[in-house]
């Protein structure tokens, strides 16, 4: 079954920093997100993408915050310049539709 | 602003058992219902997809939706080890960005 993959499943970081967090959403799929999981905390919205273009963001998507489909396969989250508080999981998200398809995250450590 | 609520549990229960999980959100926007499991270290895998009120089943999964009451469960019959995890509900207006619950642990003991 065609499933979305996530790369790293880790990532350390040090505060001040600029990661790039990358997804292969599900090949045939036309629309992609990215949400967040702080320990303990419920899954949240950040952005969703359809047609090269952010459809939708939310209040935690701010500037530091952007995305892009660089070719075909991958869709990436950048963070600039990262901060204690955006340690978390990050989720990726794919669907042709309206049936949302998550990878299995990446782990994102702010030290 | 709580938009879904969901029992985080843990809910413990004995294998065979039926397991009953709820949410209730508030807002009458959501058409969209969604049930996902999630396994420890790895993503929500969708279990079932409701649009509108009504119920769904799919094999021992049966989801419910009572958007008068702003209520929707998911009831799962003859529950296994493997159902151990935690379960999410999702809901959405019909734009693609899901309001998801807490989740609610569950383990199912052998």
């Known amino acids: 079954e065609p499933e979305v993959t996530q790369t790293p499943s880790h990532q350390v970081t040090q505060m001040g920093q600029e990661v790039i967090l990358r997804c292969v959403p599900i090949s045939n799929h036309l629309y992609f997100y990215w949400y967040r999981q702080i320990l303990g905390q419920k899954v949240e919205f950040l952005v969703s993408f359809y047609n090269n273009e952010i459809s939708e963001k939310s209040e935690i998507f701010d500037d530091q915050f952007s995305v892009e489909r660089p070719d075909g396969s991958n869709f990436t989250l950048k963070i600039r310049s990262t901060k204690l508080e955006d340690s978390a999981m990050y989720f990726c998200?794919?669907?042709?539709?309206?049936?949302?398809?998550f990878g299995n995250g990446t782990r994102l450590t702010v030290t | 602003q709580k938009e879904v609520e969901q029992d985080p549990g843990p809910l413990s229960v004995p294998e065979g058992a039926i397991v009953s999980l709820n949410c209730t959100y508030s807002?009458?926007?959501?058409?969209?219902f969604m049930w996902y499991r999630q396994y420890s270290r790895k993503g929500p895998e969708l279990l079932m997809y409701?649009?509108?009120?009504g119920n769904k089943e799919d094999g021992r999964f049966t989801a419910q939706v009572d958007k008068s009451s702003k209520y929707i469960s998911l009831f799962i019959r003859d529950s296994q080890p493997s159902d151990s995890a935690t379960y999410l509900c999702a809901m959405s207006t019909g734009a693609n960005n899901l309001f998801f619950g807490t989740g609610t642990r569950l383990t199912v003991i052998p």
């Open positions: 409701t649009y509108s009120s």
């Open positions: 807002n009458s926007a959501f058409q969209y």
């Open positions: 998200a794919s669907s042709a539709l309206t049936s949302l398809h």
